[in-house]
């Protein structure tokens, strides 16, 4: 069962844009943390973004300046805007939704790839 939904990844030259979005399904409930993770070949996956329920944002430093996490009113789908993307940024993007229950979800993954 797909419990979200994830889109928005491509393929983009060096310093060009691309926007991530993920939508979680309706049988989630109490969403707590919704960040963005992301995974090179090769390496593990890590941290790239998150928002908290109160809307505390928190990034890696890689990406400061460059992405923005964001929800929509309903806090049901989170956006990646990234910018000035780089070679190093790609990598599969995953997306993570995590509730007040302690439940873990995970995406299916969406691949971005910068030409440099």
Known sequence: QVQQVESGGGLV???????????????IFSIDVMGWYRQAPGKQRDLVALITRAGRTTYTDSVKGRFTIS???AKT????????????DTAVYYCRITTTTANDYWGQGTQVTVSS
């Open 71 to 73: 929800r929509d009113a």
């Open 77 to 88: 789908t989170v956006y990646l805007q990234m910018n000035s993307l780089k070679p190093e």
């Open 13 to 27: 030259q060096v310093g060009g844009s691309l926007r991530l979005s993920c939508a979680a399904s309706r049988s």
